[in-house]
Protein backbone atom coordinates (compact mmCIF):
# COMPACT_ATOMS: atom_id res chain seq x y z
CA UNK A 1 0.00 0.00 0.00
CA UNK A 2 2.94 2.45 0.83
CA UNK A 3 4.74 1.48 -2.88
CA UNK A 4 0.90 2.48 -4.27
CA UNK A 5 0.76 5.78 -2.41
CA UNK A 6 4.31 6.68 -3.63
CA UNK A 7 3.35 5.76 -7.63
CA UNK A 8 0.65 8.03 -6.58
CA UNK A 9 2.76 10.59 -5.60
CA UNK A 10 4.99 10.70 -8.51
CA UNK A 11 2.88 10.35 -11.03
CA UNK A 12 0.26 13.21 -10.31
CA UNK A 13 2.52 15.11 -8.65
CA UNK A 14 5.24 14.75 -11.60
CA UNK A 15 2.58 15.76 -14.26
CA UNK A 16 0.53 18.53 -12.04
CA UNK A 17 2.72 19.98 -9.60
CA UNK A 18 6.42 19.43 -11.63
CA UNK A 19 4.90 20.37 -14.86
CA UNK A 20 6.73 17.28 -16.19
CA UNK A 21 5.08 15.45 -19.68
CA UNK A 22 2.94 12.92 -18.95
CA UNK A 23 5.38 10.02 -20.73
CA UNK A 24 8.15 10.51 -18.15
CA UNK A 25 6.17 10.88 -15.21
CA UNK A 26 4.66 7.70 -16.11
CA UNK A 27 7.96 6.15 -16.79
CA UNK A 28 9.44 7.34 -13.54
CA UNK A 29 6.42 6.19 -11.51
CA UNK A 30 6.97 2.53 -13.19
CA UNK A 31 10.64 2.52 -12.43
CA UNK A 32 10.00 3.67 -8.93
CA UNK A 33 7.30 1.31 -8.17
CA UNK A 34 9.42 -1.35 -9.93
CA UNK A 35 12.56 -1.00 -7.36
CA UNK A 36 10.33 -0.61 -3.99
CA UNK A 37 8.66 -4.24 -5.24
CA UNK A 38 9.98 -7.09 -3.28
CA UNK A 39 11.17 -9.86 -5.27
CA UNK A 40 8.49 -12.01 -2.95
CA UNK A 41 5.64 -9.66 -4.18
CA UNK A 42 6.60 -10.27 -7.50
CA UNK A 43 6.91 -13.88 -7.52
CA UNK A 44 3.01 -14.01 -5.59
CA UNK A 45 1.38 -11.82 -8.55
CA UNK A 46 3.57 -14.10 -10.81
CA UNK A 47 1.98 -17.51 -9.21
CA UNK A 48 -1.55 -15.26 -9.15
CA UNK A 49 -1.82 -15.49 -12.72
CA UNK A 50 -0.70 -19.37 -12.95
CA UNK A 51 3.04 -19.43 -14.30
CA UNK A 52 4.57 -21.57 -12.06
CA UNK A 53 7.46 -21.96 -9.87
CA UNK A 54 10.03 -21.75 -12.55
CA UNK A 55 8.14 -18.71 -14.61
CA UNK A 56 7.43 -16.41 -11.23
CA UNK A 57 11.19 -16.64 -10.59
CA UNK A 58 12.02 -15.98 -13.94
CA UNK A 59 10.34 -12.79 -13.49
CA UNK A 60 11.49 -11.60 -10.34
CA UNK A 61 14.74 -12.14 -11.46
CA UNK A 62 14.32 -10.15 -14.49
CA UNK A 63 15.70 -6.33 -14.16
CA UNK A 64 13.66 -3.21 -13.44
CA UNK A 65 14.11 -1.98 -17.02
CA UNK A 66 13.25 -5.61 -18.64
CA UNK A 67 10.19 -5.65 -16.57
CA UNK A 68 9.25 -2.03 -17.64
CA UNK A 69 9.97 -2.08 -21.45
CA UNK A 70 7.93 -5.51 -21.80
CA UNK A 71 4.97 -4.09 -20.29
CA UNK A 72 5.63 -0.88 -22.47
CA UNK A 73 5.56 -3.10 -25.30
CA UNK A 74 2.50 -5.30 -24.34
CA UNK A 75 0.62 -2.22 -24.22
CA UNK A 76 1.91 -0.86 -27.25
CA UNK A 77 1.05 -4.02 -28.92
CA UNK A 78 -2.44 -3.72 -28.17
CA UNK A 79 -3.16 -0.22 -28.58
CA UNK A 80 -0.23 1.15 -30.80
CA UNK A 81 -1.66 0.01 -34.29
CA UNK A 82 -5.23 1.10 -33.45
CA UNK A 83 -4.42 4.25 -32.39
CA UNK A 84 -1.79 4.66 -35.45
CA UNK A 85 -4.67 3.98 -38.10
CA UNK A 86 -7.44 6.09 -36.12
CA UNK A 87 -5.34 8.74 -36.25
CA UNK A 88 -5.04 8.49 -40.22
CA UNK A 89 -8.71 7.75 -40.22
CA UNK A 90 -9.74 11.03 -38.23
CA UNK A 91 -7.10 13.10 -40.04
CA UNK A 92 -8.55 11.80 -43.25
CA UNK A 93 -12.12 12.78 -42.00
CA UNK A 94 -11.40 15.80 -41.34
CA UNK A 95 -9.51 16.92 -44.30
CA UNK A 96 -11.59 15.28 -46.80
CA UNK A 97 -14.74 16.59 -45.59
CA UNK A 98 -16.06 13.34 -44.48
CA UNK A 99 -16.35 14.18 -41.25
CA UNK A 100 -18.58 17.52 -41.99
CA UNK A 101 -20.98 15.60 -44.23
CA UNK A 102 -21.72 13.01 -41.58
CA UNK A 103 -22.39 15.77 -39.00
CA UNK A 104 -24.59 17.61 -41.27
CA UNK A 105 -26.51 14.46 -42.36
CA UNK A 106 -26.66 14.18 -38.33
CA UNK A 107 -28.15 17.29 -37.46
CA UNK A 108 -30.77 17.11 -40.04
CA UNK A 109 -32.41 14.08 -38.54
CA UNK A 110 -31.18 15.09 -34.40
CA UNK A 111 -31.07 18.81 -34.61
CA UNK A 112 -28.56 20.43 -32.66
CA UNK A 113 -30.46 20.21 -29.31
CA UNK A 114 -30.27 16.05 -29.46
CA UNK A 115 -26.69 15.84 -31.24
CA UNK A 116 -24.98 15.20 -28.13
CA UNK A 117 -27.57 12.70 -27.51
CA UNK A 118 -27.02 10.63 -29.92
CA UNK A 119 -23.32 10.90 -30.01
CA UNK A 120 -24.08 9.17 -26.35
CA UNK A 121 -26.53 6.11 -28.18
CA UNK A 122 -24.35 5.38 -30.70
CA UNK A 123 -20.96 4.88 -29.01
CA UNK A 124 -22.80 2.99 -25.90
CA UNK A 125 -24.23 0.54 -28.94
CA UNK A 126 -21.12 0.47 -30.86
CA UNK A 127 -19.15 -0.30 -27.96
CA UNK A 128 -20.83 -3.63 -27.63
CA UNK A 129 -18.77 -5.64 -30.18
CA UNK A 130 -16.00 -3.22 -30.42
CA UNK A 131 -13.69 -1.76 -27.47
CA UNK A 132 -14.15 1.79 -26.09
CA UNK A 133 -10.69 2.52 -27.19
CA UNK A 134 -11.32 1.74 -31.32
CA UNK A 135 -14.82 3.85 -30.79
CA UNK A 136 -13.26 6.47 -29.09
CA UNK A 137 -11.09 6.93 -31.65
CA UNK A 138 -13.97 6.57 -34.12
CA UNK A 139 -15.63 8.87 -32.90
CA UNK A 140 -13.60 12.06 -31.26
CA UNK A 141 -13.23 13.49 -35.11
CA UNK A 142 -16.66 13.64 -35.42
CA UNK A 143 -17.28 15.40 -32.26
CA UNK A 144 -14.79 17.81 -33.47
CA UNK A 145 -16.23 18.95 -36.46
CA UNK A 146 -20.04 18.63 -34.93
CA UNK A 147 -18.54 21.21 -31.96
CA UNK A 148 -17.05 23.38 -34.84
CA UNK A 149 -20.44 23.18 -37.00
CA UNK A 150 -23.05 24.34 -33.63
CA UNK A 151 -20.22 26.36 -31.90
CA UNK A 152 -20.66 25.18 -28.31
CA UNK A 153 -20.90 21.78 -26.23
CA UNK A 154 -16.74 20.23 -27.37
CA UNK A 155 -16.67 19.28 -23.67
CA UNK A 156 -20.42 17.71 -23.56
CA UNK A 157 -19.94 16.09 -27.30
CA UNK A 158 -16.33 14.12 -25.48
CA UNK A 159 -18.00 13.07 -22.03
CA UNK A 160 -20.98 11.75 -24.08
CA UNK A 161 -19.06 9.73 -26.54
CA UNK A 162 -17.26 8.43 -23.44
CA UNK A 163 -20.23 8.18 -21.34
CA UNK A 164 -21.93 5.33 -24.03
CA UNK A 165 -18.78 3.27 -24.90
CA UNK A 166 -16.95 2.86 -21.30
CA UNK A 167 -20.08 1.52 -19.68
CA UNK A 168 -20.89 -1.22 -22.68
CA UNK A 169 -17.33 -2.38 -22.51
CA UNK A 170 -17.87 -3.67 -19.06
CA UNK A 171 -21.19 -4.23 -18.80
CA UNK A 172 -22.22 -6.43 -22.22
CA UNK A 173 -20.42 -9.26 -23.79
CA UNK A 174 -18.69 -10.41 -26.07
CA UNK A 175 -15.88 -7.46 -25.01
CA UNK A 176 -13.18 -9.76 -22.31
CA UNK A 177 -14.71 -8.50 -19.01
CA UNK A 178 -18.15 -9.27 -19.14
CA UNK A 179 -17.13 -12.52 -21.08
CA UNK A 180 -15.09 -13.55 -18.03
CA UNK A 181 -17.95 -12.80 -15.68
CA UNK A 182 -19.96 -14.84 -17.67
CA UNK A 183 -17.58 -17.80 -17.09
CA UNK A 184 -16.70 -17.43 -13.62
CA UNK A 185 -19.90 -16.79 -12.06
CA UNK A 186 -21.93 -19.41 -13.89
CA UNK A 187 -24.39 -16.37 -15.50
CA UNK A 188 -26.07 -17.37 -18.80
CA UNK A 189 -24.34 -15.23 -21.29
CA UNK A 190 -28.21 -14.04 -22.90
CA UNK A 191 -29.25 -12.52 -19.35
CA UNK A 192 -25.75 -10.89 -19.22
CA UNK A 193 -26.20 -8.92 -22.49
CA UNK A 194 -29.93 -8.41 -21.32
CA UNK A 195 -29.00 -6.95 -17.96
CA UNK A 196 -25.98 -5.35 -19.17
CA UNK A 197 -27.50 -3.03 -21.79
CA UNK A 198 -30.92 -2.36 -19.34
CA UNK A 199 -28.10 -1.47 -16.46
CA UNK A 200 -26.08 0.36 -19.19
CA UNK A 201 -28.79 2.39 -20.58
CA UNK A 202 -29.75 3.81 -16.77
CA UNK A 203 -26.09 4.70 -16.40
CA UNK A 204 -25.67 6.78 -19.38
CA UNK A 205 -28.84 8.70 -18.34
CA UNK A 206 -27.06 9.26 -15.37
CA UNK A 207 -23.76 10.31 -16.65
CA UNK A 208 -25.38 12.48 -19.77
CA UNK A 209 -26.68 15.03 -17.05
CA UNK A 210 -23.48 14.70 -15.37
CA UNK A 211 -21.89 15.55 -18.47
CA UNK A 212 -24.24 18.25 -19.73
CA UNK A 213 -23.88 19.64 -16.10
CA UNK A 214 -20.03 19.80 -15.92
CA UNK A 215 -20.42 21.59 -19.92
CA UNK A 216 -22.35 24.41 -18.03
CA UNK A 217 -19.42 24.66 -15.40
CA UNK A 218 -16.42 24.28 -16.80
CA UNK A 219 -16.75 24.97 -20.95
CA UNK A 220 -13.87 23.94 -23.07
CA UNK A 221 -13.50 25.62 -26.51
CA UNK A 222 -12.63 23.01 -29.59
CA UNK A 223 -8.54 23.61 -29.32
CA UNK A 224 -6.17 23.57 -32.23
CA UNK A 225 -4.04 20.82 -32.71
CA UNK A 226 -1.49 19.33 -35.39
CA UNK A 227 -4.00 16.53 -35.99
CA UNK A 228 -7.28 18.85 -36.46
CA UNK A 229 -6.49 22.52 -37.20
CA UNK A 230 -9.16 25.01 -36.11
CA UNK A 231 -8.55 26.55 -40.00
CA UNK A 232 -9.35 23.66 -41.54
CA UNK A 233 -12.20 22.48 -39.79
CA UNK A 234 -13.78 26.28 -40.08
CA UNK A 235 -13.00 26.08 -43.97
CA UNK A 236 -14.91 22.63 -44.31
CA UNK A 237 -18.16 24.02 -42.43
CA UNK A 238 -18.24 26.41 -44.69
CA UNK A 239 -18.10 24.37 -47.77
CA UNK A 240 -21.68 23.83 -49.87
CA UNK A 241 -22.73 20.25 -49.73
CA UNK A 242 -22.19 19.93 -53.12
CA UNK A 243 -18.05 20.31 -52.54
CA UNK A 244 -18.00 17.30 -49.87
CA UNK A 245 -17.89 13.62 -50.48
CA UNK A 246 -21.07 11.56 -50.17
CA UNK A 247 -22.64 9.94 -47.01
CA UNK A 248 -21.73 6.34 -47.66
CA UNK A 249 -18.21 7.34 -48.74
CA UNK A 250 -17.62 9.19 -45.79
CA UNK A 251 -18.89 6.88 -43.58
CA UNK A 252 -17.32 3.68 -44.72
CA UNK A 253 -13.91 4.40 -42.84
CA UNK A 254 -16.56 4.19 -39.44
CA UNK A 255 -18.56 1.67 -40.70
CA UNK A 256 -15.83 -0.68 -42.49
CA UNK A 257 -14.26 -1.85 -39.22
CA UNK A 258 -17.06 -1.18 -37.08
CA UNK A 259 -18.66 -3.69 -39.12
CA UNK A 260 -15.63 -6.04 -39.44
CA UNK A 261 -15.23 -6.28 -35.49
CA UNK A 262 -19.19 -6.98 -34.96
CA UNK A 263 -19.67 -9.73 -37.46
CA UNK A 264 -16.22 -11.50 -36.26
CA UNK A 265 -17.80 -10.81 -32.46
CA UNK A 266 -20.65 -12.42 -32.90
CA UNK A 267 -19.25 -15.58 -34.83
CA UNK A 268 -17.22 -15.85 -32.47
CA UNK A 269 -19.89 -16.41 -29.59
CA UNK A 270 -22.52 -18.00 -32.12
CA UNK A 271 -20.47 -20.28 -34.38
CA UNK A 272 -18.75 -23.38 -33.92
CA UNK A 273 -15.60 -23.25 -35.01
CA UNK A 274 -15.03 -26.00 -38.20
CA UNK A 275 -13.29 -29.75 -36.91
CA UNK A 276 -12.92 -31.76 -40.54
CA UNK A 277 -10.22 -31.54 -42.97
CA UNK A 278 -11.66 -30.15 -45.42
CA UNK A 279 -14.03 -27.01 -45.54
CA UNK A 280 -17.09 -25.77 -47.39
CA UNK A 281 -18.12 -22.35 -48.73
CA UNK A 282 -19.27 -21.46 -45.57
CA UNK A 283 -16.46 -22.27 -43.07
CA UNK A 284 -14.43 -20.34 -45.99
CA UNK A 285 -16.43 -17.22 -45.66
CA UNK A 286 -16.40 -17.10 -41.72
CA UNK A 287 -12.66 -18.08 -42.27
CA UNK A 288 -12.08 -14.53 -44.14
CA UNK A 289 -14.55 -12.78 -42.04
CA UNK A 290 -12.56 -13.68 -38.78
CA UNK A 291 -9.79 -12.80 -40.75
CA UNK A 292 -10.43 -9.18 -41.52
CA UNK A 293 -12.71 -8.85 -38.22
CA UNK A 294 -9.37 -8.52 -35.97
CA UNK A 295 -9.07 -4.97 -34.79
CA UNK A 296 -5.83 -4.46 -36.02
CA UNK A 297 -6.56 -4.94 -39.44
CA UNK A 298 -10.25 -3.50 -38.97
CA UNK A 299 -8.71 -0.30 -38.47
CA UNK A 300 -5.84 -0.98 -41.42
CA UNK A 301 -8.71 -1.44 -43.26
CA UNK A 302 -10.86 1.31 -42.65
CA UNK A 303 -7.93 3.59 -43.14
CA UNK A 304 -6.93 2.90 -46.57
CA UNK A 305 -10.48 4.09 -47.23
CA UNK A 306 -9.85 6.79 -45.57
CA UNK A 307 -6.88 7.64 -47.49
CA UNK A 308 -8.75 6.89 -50.99
CA UNK A 309 -11.26 9.22 -48.96
CA UNK A 310 -8.40 12.17 -48.46
CA UNK A 311 -7.30 11.27 -51.94
CA UNK A 312 -10.51 12.09 -53.95
CA UNK A 313 -10.54 15.35 -52.46
CA UNK A 314 -6.81 16.06 -52.01
CA UNK A 315 -5.11 15.96 -55.72
CA UNK A 316 -1.65 17.34 -54.79
CA UNK A 317 0.34 14.32 -53.18
CA UNK A 318 2.89 16.34 -50.97
CA UNK A 319 -0.36 17.61 -49.32
CA UNK A 320 -1.26 14.19 -48.87
CA UNK A 321 1.87 12.79 -47.46
CA UNK A 322 2.10 15.84 -44.75
CA UNK A 323 -1.41 14.81 -43.71
CA UNK A 324 -0.58 11.29 -42.87
CA UNK A 325 2.75 12.23 -41.13
CA UNK A 326 0.90 15.03 -39.33
CA UNK A 327 -1.67 12.10 -38.24
CA UNK A 328 1.11 9.94 -37.11
CA UNK A 329 3.28 12.74 -35.18
CA UNK A 330 0.35 13.05 -33.44
CA UNK A 331 -1.09 9.66 -32.78
CA UNK A 332 3.14 8.65 -31.85
CA UNK A 333 2.99 10.54 -28.87
CA UNK A 334 -0.39 9.49 -27.50
CA UNK A 335 1.01 5.89 -28.12
CA UNK A 336 4.30 6.70 -25.78
CA UNK A 337 2.06 8.34 -23.05
CA UNK A 338 -0.30 5.25 -23.03
CA UNK A 339 2.10 2.67 -23.46
CA UNK A 340 3.59 4.38 -20.69
CA UNK A 341 0.55 4.07 -18.36
CA UNK A 342 0.37 0.85 -19.19
CA UNK A 343 4.02 0.22 -18.26
CA UNK A 344 2.95 1.81 -14.91
CA UNK A 345 -0.13 0.19 -14.11
CA UNK A 346 2.08 -3.23 -14.68
CA UNK A 347 4.26 -2.92 -12.07
CA UNK A 348 1.72 -1.51 -9.81
CA UNK A 349 0.11 -5.09 -10.65
CA UNK A 350 3.52 -6.96 -9.95
CA UNK A 351 3.22 -5.46 -6.21
CA UNK A 352 0.75 -8.11 -5.87
CA UNK A 353 -1.42 -5.13 -4.68
CA UNK A 354 -4.42 -6.88 -5.59
CA UNK A 355 -3.60 -9.66 -2.96
CA UNK A 356 -3.34 -7.04 -0.56
CA UNK A 357 -6.62 -5.36 -1.12
CA UNK A 358 -8.68 -8.68 -1.36
CA UNK A 359 -7.04 -10.01 1.93
CA UNK A 360 -8.32 -6.36 3.70
CA UNK A 361 -11.46 -7.21 2.28
CA UNK A 362 -12.18 -10.79 3.83
CA UNK A 363 -13.36 -9.58 7.07
CA UNK A 364 -15.77 -6.97 6.77
CA UNK A 365 -19.33 -7.59 7.13
CA UNK A 366 -21.11 -6.43 4.26
CA UNK A 367 -23.94 -7.32 1.60
CA UNK A 368 -22.50 -9.04 -1.36
CA UNK A 369 -23.29 -6.72 -4.22
CA UNK A 370 -22.03 -3.64 -2.77
CA UNK A 371 -19.28 -5.79 -1.37
CA UNK A 372 -18.64 -6.96 -5.16
CA UNK A 373 -18.51 -3.36 -5.74
CA UNK A 374 -16.24 -1.82 -3.26
CA UNK A 375 -13.64 -4.70 -4.34
CA UNK A 376 -13.76 -4.27 -7.89
CA UNK A 377 -13.76 -0.40 -7.46
CA UNK A 378 -10.11 -0.29 -4.68
CA UNK A 379 -8.68 -2.65 -7.51
CA UNK A 380 -9.62 -0.57 -10.51
CA UNK A 381 -8.20 2.52 -8.60
CA UNK A 382 -5.12 1.19 -7.17
CA UNK A 383 -3.85 -0.71 -10.70
CA UNK A 384 -6.04 0.83 -13.19
CA UNK A 385 -7.10 -1.71 -15.78
CA UNK A 386 -11.25 -2.47 -15.10
CA UNK A 387 -10.55 -6.01 -17.04
CA UNK A 388 -7.93 -6.71 -14.33
CA UNK A 389 -10.05 -5.43 -11.76
CA UNK A 390 -12.95 -7.58 -12.86
CA UNK A 391 -11.18 -11.04 -13.23
CA UNK A 392 -9.81 -10.27 -9.33
CA UNK A 393 -12.99 -9.38 -8.14
CA UNK A 394 -14.57 -12.48 -9.88
CA UNK A 395 -11.74 -14.92 -8.28
CA UNK A 396 -12.34 -13.48 -4.73
CA UNK A 397 -16.37 -13.66 -5.05
CA UNK A 398 -17.16 -16.87 -7.60
CA UNK A 399 -17.46 -19.12 -4.68
CA UNK A 400 -20.29 -16.69 -3.24
CA UNK A 401 -22.02 -16.20 -6.48
CA UNK A 402 -22.02 -19.94 -7.24
CA UNK A 403 -24.09 -20.78 -3.72
CA UNK A 404 -27.14 -21.86 -3.82
CA UNK A 405 -28.90 -19.64 -0.72
CA UNK A 406 -28.09 -16.80 -2.79
CA UNK A 407 -31.00 -14.80 -2.95
CA UNK A 408 -30.78 -13.39 -5.83
CA UNK A 409 -29.09 -14.32 -9.07
CA UNK A 410 -25.43 -14.21 -9.77
CA UNK A 411 -25.56 -11.91 -12.27
CA UNK A 412 -26.17 -9.03 -10.37
CA UNK A 413 -23.12 -9.65 -8.78
CA UNK A 414 -21.44 -9.81 -11.92
CA UNK A 415 -23.26 -6.35 -13.50
CA UNK A 416 -22.06 -4.91 -9.40
CA UNK A 417 -18.16 -5.96 -10.23
CA UNK A 418 -18.24 -4.12 -13.77
CA UNK A 419 -20.21 -1.01 -12.29
CA UNK A 420 -17.47 -1.37 -9.66
CA UNK A 421 -14.82 -1.45 -12.19
CA UNK A 422 -15.46 1.62 -13.77
CA UNK A 423 -14.37 3.55 -9.96
CA UNK A 424 -11.66 5.82 -10.65
CA UNK A 425 -9.74 6.14 -13.46
CA UNK A 426 -6.54 8.51 -13.15
CA UNK A 427 -3.42 8.63 -14.69
CA UNK A 428 -2.94 4.80 -14.34
CA UNK A 429 -5.32 4.18 -16.66
CA UNK A 430 -4.79 3.71 -20.44
CA UNK A 431 -8.43 4.82 -21.07
CA UNK A 432 -7.66 8.21 -19.07
CA UNK A 433 -4.60 8.86 -21.39
CA UNK A 434 -6.68 7.65 -24.25
CA UNK A 435 -9.88 9.96 -23.98
CA UNK A 436 -7.41 13.24 -22.30
CA UNK A 437 -4.91 13.17 -25.35
CA UNK A 438 -7.51 12.51 -28.39
CA UNK A 439 -9.85 14.72 -27.29
CA UNK A 440 -7.26 17.21 -26.24
CA UNK A 441 -8.16 17.98 -22.70
CA UNK A 442 -5.39 18.92 -20.35
CA UNK A 443 -4.51 16.39 -17.27
CA UNK A 444 -6.48 18.83 -15.10
CA UNK A 445 -9.54 18.91 -16.82
CA UNK A 446 -9.82 14.92 -17.43
CA UNK A 447 -9.39 14.65 -13.51
CA UNK A 448 -12.27 16.90 -13.14
CA UNK A 449 -14.73 15.86 -15.72
CA UNK A 450 -14.00 12.08 -17.65
CA UNK A 451 -12.89 10.58 -13.84
CA UNK A 452 -16.17 11.77 -12.47
CA UNK A 453 -18.10 10.86 -14.88
CA UNK A 454 -17.32 7.43 -14.82
CA UNK A 455 -17.46 7.09 -11.00
CA UNK A 456 -21.10 8.44 -11.09
CA UNK A 457 -22.02 6.31 -13.65
CA UNK A 458 -20.59 2.77 -11.64
CA UNK A 459 -22.34 4.69 -8.67
CA UNK A 460 -25.65 4.93 -10.24
CA UNK A 461 -25.41 1.24 -11.38
CA UNK A 462 -24.75 -0.37 -8.26
CA UNK A 463 -28.34 1.85 -7.09
CA UNK A 464 -30.04 0.22 -10.16
CA UNK A 465 -28.39 -3.19 -9.34
CA UNK A 466 -29.69 -2.68 -5.94
CA UNK A 467 -33.07 -1.81 -6.45
CA UNK A 468 -33.22 -4.81 -9.21
CA UNK A 469 -31.98 -7.47 -6.96
CA UNK A 470 -34.40 -6.84 -4.42
CA UNK A 471 -37.99 -6.69 -7.23
CA UNK A 472 -36.45 -9.25 -9.57
CA UNK A 473 -34.28 -11.63 -7.75
CA UNK A 474 -34.83 -13.98 -10.85
CA UNK A 475 -34.19 -16.87 -8.46
Same mark, same amino acid.
Given at each position: ???????????????? @???????????????? =?????????????????????????????????????????? #??????????????? +????????????? =?? $????????????????? $?? !? !?????????????????? /???????????????? &??????? =????????? #??????????????????????????????????????? /?????????????? /?????????? +??????????? !???????????????? /???????????? $???????????????????????????????????????????????????????????????????? +?????????????????????????????????????????????????????????????? %????????????? @??????????????????????????????? $?? &?? #???? &?? @???????????? %???
Amino acid at each position: MIILLIGILIVVGGII @GLRLHAFLALILGAFV =VAVLTPDSAIEAFALSKNMGESGAQQLAARSVGARIATAFGD #TCGKIGILIAMAAII +GKCLLESGGAEKI =VR $STLKVTGEKRAPISFLG $SS !F !FLAIPVFFDTVFYLMIPL /AKAMAMKIGKNYLLLV &LAVAAGG =VMAHSLVPP #TPGPLFLVVELDIPIGLMITSGTIVGLFTIVAGYLFAVW /ANRKWPIALRDSVD /APLQEIKELA +GKGDAALPGLL !FSSLPILLPVGFITIK /AGLDTFYPSSTG $SSQSVVDLLVSFAMFLGEKNLALITGALVALLLLAAHKQDQSSLRKSVQDALLSGGVIILITSAGGAF +GAMLQQSDISTRIADLTQGYQMALIPLAFLITAVIRTAQGSATVAMITAAGILAGMATNSEL %PYHAVYLGLAIAC @GSKLIPWMNDSGFWIVCKMSNLTEKEALKTF $SP &LL #TIMG &LS @GLIIIIIGAKLF %PLV
